[in-house]
């Protein structure tokens, strides 16, 4: 392990962030949350950027900050109406977690987002690099901010070797940046750290040729640069079958279940899903019959949808179900039109069940 004292020390630091500040003055994208420095703007979009390709969070971005444009918009809301505009971003406990986040500001600290480390890194669902990125963007405080792209690139600028996926290591690059952050411009230093690993120190061949601080990096003047960082892989993911239901009845109604509370995708809508273990294709009618109350006029296979989350993977075998008659709507279970549907937050895999109703666009 590379000692913990001193881990820049073979770095000019004041002309590395000299360069690097420079660069990103120049090269930086224009982005919406980049307008401003209002904590609140900033904050959203880190919080959307998690595990999302900054291409695919712009138009989310966008809608999400007209419809809730300040902290008391959004802590207010219903929480119904964040979800549904948060439909399609996944993780959804990000947006559960960022607004009760937001109702603890408006309501303990006055509407202002707090600008230091204990109180900012309270909040739910701020970790320490959330916290470092609107402390040091939205306040210009020297906080580090260590994301992906970050450790990318200090693992390859400072040949730091350890694996990037065991929490522990975080720990070092944090330090790292201690060492190396702009006291006078933290909010461009940590931006342009993030811009570096986004633009050109990339996972896969990093464009070293155009890169502003090459002159800084060990692992270039090695050679090693595509071997960092060193990331273990991860553990297989596990698939789960299921049947995923659309359920008509004879009055043209949809039936859609709200998920549990808690745990994976809490509070969306869905098609009613049955795990495969539980029953196969030929006794899926009986089954149906007993469970719903009901009699089947028609059942016809549509096209299956698989999900892969980080953890699993979804495999759906959607089966179209014509009833024959009225269905038993229970507890957090209801009957909705085809074109009302569109009105519930739906996870991905099964806005694309949606898509396969017939009428349905």
């Not at 090693?224 to 008509?248: C, G, M, R």
């Not at 998920?259 to 869905?270: F, I, S, T």
Request: proline share 6%; hydrophobic share 35%; glycine share 4%.
């Amino acid at each position: 392990m590379k000692g913990t004292d001193n881990l820049a020390s073979s770095i000019n630091i004041p002309k590395f962030q000299e360069d690097l500040i420079s660069w990103f003055e120049k090269e930086q994208r224009v982005l919406p949350w980049r307008e401003n420095q209002d904590p609140y703007r900033v904050w959203v979009s880190e919080i959307m950027l998690q595990q999302t390709k900054v291409d695919t969070v712009i138009p989310y971005y966008l809608r999400f900050m007209e419809k809730f444009p300040t902290l008391e918009a959004l802590a207010y809301a219903e929480e119904q109406d964040v979800l549904k505009a948060w439909e399609g971003l996944g993780y959804y406990s990000r947006a559960r977690n960022l607004q009760t986040a937001v109702r603890e500001v408006v309501e303990v600290y006055d509407a202002k987002v707090p600008d230091n480390p204990s109180e900012i890194g309270s909040l739910k669902g701020i970790g320490p690099y959330t916290q470092g990125a609107i402390l040091s963007i939205a306040y210009n405080k020297p906080e580090p901010a260590v994301d992906g792209n970050v450790m990318r690139v200090l693992s390859r600028i400072l040949l730091i070797r350890e694996d990037i996926a065991k929490p522990k290591t975080r720990k070092l690059f944090e330090q790292a940046v201690r060492e190396l952050i702009s006291e006078s411009n933290p909010s461009y230093f940590n931006q342009g750290m993030m811009e570096l690993g986004a633009l050109i120190c990339t996972p896969r061949k990093p464009s070293c040729l155009l890169c502003p601080v090459q002159e800084h990096c060990v692992a270039f003047e090695k050679g090693v640069q595509e071997e960092l960082p060193v990331k273990v892989k991860k553990i297989k993911k596990t698939t789960h079958s299921y049947f995923a239901l659309i359920l008509e009845d004879n009055a043209g109604n949809i039936l859609i279940e709200k998920r549990p509370d808690e745990g994976l995708l809490a509070q969306l809508w869905q098609f009613p899903m049955i795990d495969k273990k539980k029953v196969d294709q030929q006794h899926l009618q009986t089954f149906i019959e007993n469970k719903f109350e009901t009699k089947i006029e028609s059942m016809e296979v549509k096209e299956p949808v698989k999900h892969i989350f980080s953890h699993l993977v979804w495999q759906l075998d959607v089966i179209y179900v014509k009833l024959k008659q009225s269905i038993k709507v229970e507890e957090n279970t209801t009957l909705v039109t085809k074109e009302g549907i569109s009105t519930f937050p739906l996870p991905v895999s099964h806005q694309k069940i949606h898509k396969q109703i017939p009428d349905t666009e």
